[in-house]
C-alpha cells in the first residue's frame, strides 16, 4: 500500500502558486520523498525529491516539516501546461527479497487543474 | 527529454500469447525497473534489475521476467497474457540502487493492449 496520502484534485489559477500537499507520517528515517507529475498518457516526469531539508530546482520547491511527517510541493508560478496528475512518493528501501533494492510506491495521485 | 526509452510505444496481442517490452536505460544507470500502470491507477512495481540480476520484486505472477542486458537495457516478458494485463508498462533508470536520494526518470512507456 502507498505510504503517502494526497488529496483527489486541487485548483489553482494561472500566475498563482500551486500549492500540493502530502502526508507521510509512516516515513522512515533514511526514506526519500520523491515528486513525479504525469501528463495523460506520457510516462511520469521526476520534478524532485529530498530528505530532510528543503530543496528548490528550476521547476519546484519541497517543503518537508521537521518531523517529516508530511510535505508540500509549490509551483511558484502555475501555468496551463502544469495540468497533471501529481505523485508525493516515499522511496521504499531494502523491497521484499532484496537486500539493495528499492521501489517507488505510488499511490492516486492529486489532480491539479490549471485554470486561466 | 529523460535518456530513457522504450520500445514499442504500442502494441495489441491477442490472450494467451507472449509480449517482449525493452527499455534503454539513461546512459550509465545501471539499474532499470519495470511498473505497471494501469488505467486511472498510479503504477505499480513490477521488478528491478542491478548488473543483469533481479533485485527486487513486486506482487507479480512469475508469467512476469525480465532480462538486463550488459549494457543495461533491459526487457519485460509477460507469458500467457490475460485482459487484465492491459495496462501502461512503463521503465526507470537510476545509478545504484544502494545510493539512496539518486534521481530516477521513467520513459515514456509501452501501451499493451490484450483482446
Known amino acids: 500500500d502507498a505510504k503517502t496520502t494526497q488529496p483527489t484534485s486541487m485548483d489553482c489559477a494561472e500566475g498563482r502558486a500551486a500549492n500540493l500537499p502530502c502526508n507521510h507520517s509512516?516515513?522512515?528515517?533514511?526514506?526519500?520523498v520523491y515528486w513525479y507529475r504525469q501528463i495523460h498518457s506520457q510516462g511520469p516526469q521526476y520534478i524532485i525529491h529530498g530528505l530532510k531539508n528543503n530543496e528548490t530546482n528550476e521547476m519546484a520547491s519541497l517543503i518537508i516539516t521537521e518531523d517529516r511527517k508530511s510535505s508540500t510541493l509549490i509551483l511558484p508560478h502555475a501555468t496551463l501546461r502544469d495540468t497533471a496528475v501529481y505523485y508525493c512518493?516515499?522511496?521504499?528501501?531494502?523491497?521484499?527479497?532484496?537486500?539493495?533494492?528499492?521501489?517507488?510506491?505510488f499511490g492516486k495521485g492529486t489532480s491539479l487543474l490549471v485554470t486561466p | 527529454e529523460t535518456g530513457v526509452t522504450q520500445s514499442p510505444t504500442h502494441l495489441i496481442k491477442t490472450r494467451g500469447q507472449q509480449v517482449t517490452l525493452r527499455c534503454s536505460s539513461q546512459?550509465?544507470?545501471?539499474?532499470v525497473s519495470w511498473y505497471q500502470q494501469a488505467l486511472g491507477q498510479g503504477p505499480q512495481f513490477i521488478f528491478q534489475y542491478y548488473r543483469e540480476e533481479e533485485n527486487g520484486r513486486g506482487n507479480f505472477p512469475p508469467r512476469f521476467s525480465g532480462l538486463q542486458f550488459p549494457n543495461y537495457s533491459s526487457e519485460l516478458n509477460v507469458n500467457a497474457l490475460e485482459l487484465d494485463d492491459s495496462a501502461l508498462y512503463l521503465c526507470a533508470s537510476s545509478l545504484d540502487p544502494g545510493a539512496a536520494g539518486n534521481t530516477i526518470y521513467f520513459g515514456e512507456g509501452s501501451w499493451l493492449t490484450v483482446v
Open positions: 509512516t516515513i522512515s528515517g533514511n526514506e526519500y
Open positions: 546512459s550509465g544507470h545501471n539499474t
Open positions: 512518493i516515499v522511496r521504499v528501501e531494502g523491497w521484499p527479497n532484496s537486500n539493495s533494492g528499492y521501489a517507488l510506491n
